[in-house]
């Protein structure tokens, strides 16, 4: 099975910050790669597909690149709605998740 | 609007069966794959199975392989778990997400349902 490692696991920041969170496949997994937000209480939504795609609907200050085995997702800006959880996953081989990232207000 | 609504949790003692189901609407159900994620209280996400958009093919996290059986009913816009041999590892909240495909392999779950609780004790 294909493990997912996000760093850090969690992190303090300011609106107005730039943040950057990391995903490392533990094999290469092509460019497919996902990140997620989550809010307490709320389902996940998808933020990037295919490591560098915008969902419709997200906030360009979300970006995210890589290929092969790392990852990042960029928040440029960080504003008061964006304090949640990450999440990233692999669809290379069925599917896992990363064990998430606390995003907190500083 | 496009809507997933999972029903069926509660309590149930260890050992003993539950049936998740959930509930689609705003789209054209049988035209795309569907998968249940659980999340433990306090922990991350974990896939848990899924199924092509007819049916024909399933797929189960080792932690679930021969225990829960993913199903769906086109006629009925409903995706079912069932899940048996339940222990206290499956407690948790369960969602039923649509999945998208956009091409070149890229995939994602796109929708997601607000989530069910199942809670294994005695």
């Known amino acids: 099975d294909i493990q997912l490692t996000q760093s850090p696991s969690s992190l303090s920041a300011s609106v107005g910050d730039r943040v950057t969170i990391t995903c490392r496949a533990s094999?290469?997994?092509?460019?497919?790669l996902n990140w997620y937000q989550q809010k307490p209480g709320k389902a996940p939504k998808v933020l990037i597909y295919?490591?560098?795609n915008l969902q419709s609907g997200v906030p360009s200050r979300f970006s995210g690149s890589g290929s092969g085995t790392d990852f990042t997702l960029t928040i440029s800006g960080l504003q008061l709605e964006d304090f949640a959880t990450y999440f990233c996953?692999?669809?290379?081989?069925?599917?896992?998740f990363g064990q998430g990232t606390k995003v907190e207000i500083k | 609007q496009v809507q997933l609504v999972e029903s069926g949790g509660g309590v149930v003692q260890p050992g003993r069966s539950l049936t998740l189901s959930c509930a689609a609407s705003?789209?054209?159900?049988?035209?795309?794959?569907l998968h249940w994620v659980r999340q433990a209280p306090g922990k991350g996400l974990e896939w848990v199975a899924n199924?092509?958009?007819?049916?024909?093919?399933?797929y189960y996290g080792d932690s679930v392989k021969g225990r829960f059986t993913i199903s769906r009913d086109n006629s009925r816009n409903t995706l079912y778990l069932q899940m048996n041999s339940l222990t206290a590892e499956d407690t948790a909240v369960y969602y039923c997400?649509?999945?998208?495909?956009?091409?070149?392999?890229?995939?994602?779950?796109?929708?997601w349902g607000q989530g069910t609780m199942v809670i294994v004790s005695s």
């Open positions: 996953q692999q669809s290379y081989s069925t599917w896992t």
């Open positions: 295919g490591a560098s």
């Open positions: 705003g789209f054209t159900f049988s035209s795309y794959g």
């Open positions: 094999q290469y997994i092509n460019n497919l």
């Open positions: 199924i092509w958009y007819d049916g024909a093919n399933k």
């Open positions: 997400a649509r999945w998208i495909e956009y091409g070149s392999g890229k995939d994602a779950f796109d929708v």
